[in-house]
């Protein structure tokens, strides 16, 4: 099993930058698709970008493109989401979750069976 735990939520202005870490324990993420979701008040929980367990194939939500990059150090065993020009809209807790080992990524929370605790980004316009 692999525990995982985010760090880097806070607060930040409109257009401004923030990078979230999820630091992960109990096993290597390189066997692990990943994935970032959010989740604003009132709404489901959506994901934001993916990373396939190779790290060779990334996916974004059409919202986020071009602004958020994810990425995986294997050798620190974290996995990040860099948020560039960031909007009010980005406002909401953030989760990172792991599949199953080697698996494929999916759109779908209910498919990832490891989720970290959320940390809240809040951007003030």
């Known amino acids: 099993q692999v525990q995982l735990v985010e760090s880097g939520g806070g607060l930040v202005q409109a257009g401004g930058s923030l990078t979230l870490a999820c630091a992960a324990s109990?096993?290597?993420?390189?066997?692990?698709?990943m994935g970032w979701f959010r989740q604003a008040p009132g709404k489901e929980r959506v994901l934001v970008a993916a990373?396939?367990?190779?790290?060779?194939?990334?996916y974004y939500t059409d919202s986020v493109k071009g602004r958020f990059t994810i990425s995986k150090d294997n050798a620190k065993n974290t996995l990040y989401l860099q948020r560039n020009s960031l909007k009010p809209e980005d406002t909401a807790i953030y989760y990172c979750a792991a599949r199953i080992i080697r698996g494929y990524v999916t759109k779908n929370p209910n498919d990832y069976p490891y989720w970290g605790q959320g940390t809240q980004v809040t951007v003030s316009s």
């Open positions: 990373i396939s367990w190779s790290g060779r194939s990334s």
């Open positions: 109990g096993r290597t993420i390189s066997v692990y698709p």
